[in-house]
Each structure stands twice: as C-alpha cells, then as structure tokens.
C-alpha cells in the first residue's frame, strides 16, 4: 500500500499549481506589452552597430541614441514627403479599379480554350474577389486576431512611438538589466552565459538588419522593372512586394502574385513578363542577396524555421509568424550552448580517468599486422622454455 502524501505537501503542490495558473492568466493579460516590448528589443538589436560607432566619436549612449532616431525620422520622413503624394494616388486609383480588374480577368477566363483554366480560373477569381471584399469591408482586427494591432492612425503612431521608447531606455538600461540577470549565475557559469546573451544579440540584430535591406532591395528592383514595363499602380505593387518579403515563404510569393494578376487584366503578355522577373527575383535572392546580406543573421536550418513560422502563426497570427524567427533563434542558440556544455562536461570528466589506451593485443584480434603477429607467435615457445628454466632452477628436485 503506497503511502499517502502529507497535508504539507499537498498544500505546496496546489499553491505551485495555483501560482502557474495565475502566471499564465496574467501573461495572457499583458501579451500586447509582451509583444512590444519583444519588438522594442529587437529594433534595439537593429540599431545597436550604429549607435556603437557614435559612441566611439565620443557621444554618449543616449545621445548616440538620439542622433540615430533624428536620421531614422529624417529618412523615412524625406522618403514620405516624395512617395506618399503619388501612392495616395495610386491606391485610390487602385480600389476604384477594382471591380474593372476582376470583371477583366473573369472574361479572360471565360474566353479561354482550356475548360479547366475556365472553369478553375474563374473559381478562383471569384474566392480571391470575395475576399478582397471582405477585407477592405471588414478592416478592423480583435485583439484575439492580431495582439497589440490598432487599426487608426493615432494607434499605429502611438505604437511606433511607444516602441522607439522601449528601445531607447532598453539600450540605456541594458547594462543594469545584464548585470542583474548575470548575476543570478553561479560565477563558473557566468562567463557562458555573457557569451551566450552577446550571441542572441548578435544574430537577432544580424537578422532585423538584413531582412529590412532584403525588404529595400526587393521593393526597389521591383518597382524598376514595374515602372519600365508601365505596369499600372507600379509603385504600390512595388512597395507591396517589399513589405511581403517580411513574411517567411509566402510572402515573395503573394507579393509577385499580387502583380501578376494586374498585369493579367492588361495584357497576358505582361502577365508573363511580371511571373518571369518574381522567379529570377526569387533567384537572385536565394543565390546572392541572403547568402551576403544575412551573413550575419540567425543560422537556423530550414527546418527549424519552417516549425517555428508554423507555430507563431498559430499562437499570433502574421505577427507571430513575423516574431517567430528571431526568438527561434534565441532558442537555438541557448539549446546550441547547453548541449555544448554538456559535451564539455563529459570531455572533462573522461579527462580526469587515468585510463590506458587499449591495443589491438587486448582484443586478440586478427587485424594486427602479420610482421608483428608472427615474431609474437615466434616468441611464445621460447618465452615458455625460458620461463620453465626459471622455475626449475629456483625449486630444484629431489634428485638434483
């Protein structure tokens, strides 16, 4: 009969139990936060190179900080004041001609030869027609589609703003916030962990910085060819296609889905040109663009990238799938040095076992080579001989 646990115990287990339960409750409550604040720490990841180059001209960290927004602002406000004029313009232009768009490409899929472009292709149209229309009817996001995404302009400023701030006190308090957390470490370990904190910096930073030059790039080449071949709303499918690079895997290609599909109510001889160019697009980018420009970011196999998008899409939506490289990263860079830990752990226990390495002679096996074994074999009678030589020599008989 097992004995039965004590009311000591049984107290101390439901108290652990409550306190997870409400631990979970209450990060369920603040995950908006938790978001931002993951966001803020990864733009200051970003940032940290430029701010680290300021601070050896002699700024101080804050100030270095300060001189880094101003050119941020100063850029992206310059980039606005010439951009958004014509994209205005375009998107208008755009949502008016939608309906021309799809009643375009619905009479090109019912003037078609082939019954299953006709028939598939009009499908299609009318699903990818439908949600356009639900979307652009139904803009507004709950709070259990999309945590922390506000719809209105002053929610999308207040939650730059509020993120420009996380970061800034983050970088100016990064160090306190180290020395605390470091110090929760035994002091053999504490030189790992400083290491183990600078790699996930690092890599986080590494892919912030390229994934935003991916996303110039990408934007930039595509509204060059858009522009040449005078596709119409060139300039928002342009920065459309950048922006859709952020997202892992489909993202390139709803973005070259996107303008094929505008070029198709024009032309398909456009139509084709468009497809051919995302493809080498997609080309270039595979073999030159992120081999050079993310040389410094996460290193994560395909694998475990492809997991990690799946289940932050699952828990967050797009944002999550967005969030879930670089905290996958994270991951493995902390599973990477653990198991690295490990192995340095038996390495230096087996250092210390005085053990002798074993020769083939122990096994008795028949791989020695065949000089060796036979001057052995040679050896053993006259070894014997000699040995029963000693022996009678030191016990001598009775008759000798």
Known sequence: MSPQPSLSRVIVSTIAVLAIVGLAWVILQIRSILVLLALGIIFAAAIEPLVFRLRRAGLRRGQAIMVVYLALFAVIGFALYIIVPLLVHQVTAFDAAVPDIFENLRQQALNNHNNLIRQQGYRALLRIEETYHRVRNSPEIGQDQAVGVVTSAFGVIFTII????????????????????????????????????????????????????????????????????DLRFWLALAIFAGLTEAVPFIGPIIGGGVAALIALADSPEKALLVIVFATLLQQLEGAFLVPRIMKNAVGMNPLTVVLAVLIGGVLAGPLGALLAIPIGAACQVLVGNLLRLRDDFIASELRTLDVAPLSSRHFDTPFEPPSK???????????LAEAAHEALDAHPGPGR
Request: proline share 3%; hydrophobic share 50%.
């Open 162 to 229: 509020s993120l420009m701030i996380v970061a800034f006190y983050w970088m100016t308090e990064k160090a306190t916030v180290k020395r605390v957390i470091l110090g929760l470490f035994p002091f053999s370990r504490r030189a790992r962990a400083h290491a183990i904190w600078d790699e996930i910096e690092y890599r986080i930073g590494g892919w912030t910085r390229g994934q935003l030059i991916l996303m110039l790039v990408i934007g930039t080449l595509s509204g060059i060819f858009y522009y040449a071949i």
């Open 373 to 383: 074994r036979q001057a052995s074999l040679q050896r053993q009678p006259e070894a």
